[in-house]
T-cell receptor, first 114, second 111 residues
Framework: NAGVTQTPKFQVLKTGQSMTLQCAQD?????MYWYRQDPGMGLRLIYY???????DKGEVPNGYNVSRLNKREFSLRLESAAPSQTSVYFC?????????????FGPGTRLTVL | KNEVEQSPQNLTAQEGEFITINCSYS?????LHWLQQHPGGGIVSLFM???GKKKHGRLIATINIQEKHSSLHITASHPRDSAVYIC?????????????FGQGTILTVHP
């Protein structure tokens, strides 16, 4: 099993460009999450999907949209990138929304917006 | 004030030393995670605790729900333990896995 995979690993964008970060998990998990990690800020939740067909805003959703394409895949879209979105983005998944269990993280995407 | 505070922020040790990283939180929780992030960036879950103590190899995690405090201990530390250790809590009353994270403790173990 690959666990949680993310593409791309690195990306450089110009201000105003758009892009989609892809995330997939092969653990049959119900819940998926997108985080960003910035120096001195810790991990912050952008959006999450408690189960297939549902998505909800997290702590820092402005400037992002998400799609839970199916149970395996959860994508994060930047419609008009801004330098403030320069960050490392992590996708994670966990088993059941109503049952507490650990989260498994992808390797991250390092995004730079010029 | 952050809901999850870790101390120390930076920790340097010599190989073989006993290490303690602390995590205090100010909200009611249903469980607490300890995560490890290596210099390459990947994040791995080490422990998930709701009470008491857990041990895995040289790592021990404890939690005191009444005092809203958790500790991560590393016995016989090794340079490969060098990483960022992150505490995260799942708030009580939430029906989904949203976590609130501490800022992390950077651990460096010298040979």
């Amino acid at each position: 099993n690959a666990g949680v995979t993310q593409t791309p690993k690195f990306q450089v964008l110009k201000t105003g460009q758009s892009m989609t970060l892809q995330c997939a998990q092969d653990m049959n998990h119900n819940s998926m999450y997108w985080y960003r990690q910035d120096p001195g800020m810790g991990l912050r939740l952008i959006y999450y999907s408690a189960s297939e067909g549902t998505t909800d805003k997290g702590e820092v959703p402005n400037g992002y949209n998400v799609s839970r394409l199916n149970k395996r895949e959860f994508s994060l879209r930047l419609e008009s990138a801004a330098p403030s979105q320069t960050s490392v983005y992590f996708c994670a998944s966990s088993g059941l929304a109503g049952v507490y269990n650990e989260q498994f993280f992808g390797p991250g995407t390092r995004l730079t917006v010029l | 004030k952050n809901e999850v505070e870790q101390s120390p922020q930076n920790l340097t040790a010599q190989e073989g030393e006993f290490i303690t990283i602390n995590c205090s939180y100010s909200v009611g929780i249903s469980a607490l995670h300890w995560l490890q992030q290596h210099p390459g960036g990947g994040i791995v879950s080490l422990f998930m605790l709701s009470s008491g103590k857990k041990k895995h190899g040289r790592l021990i995690a404890t939690i005191n729900i009444q005092e809203k405090h958790s500790s991560l201990h590393i016995t016989a530390s090794h340079p490969r333990d060098s990483a960022v250790y992150i505490c995260a809590v799942k708030r009580g009353g939430t029906s989904y896995g949203k976590l609130t994270f501490g800022q992390g403790t950077i651990l460096t173990v010298h040979p």
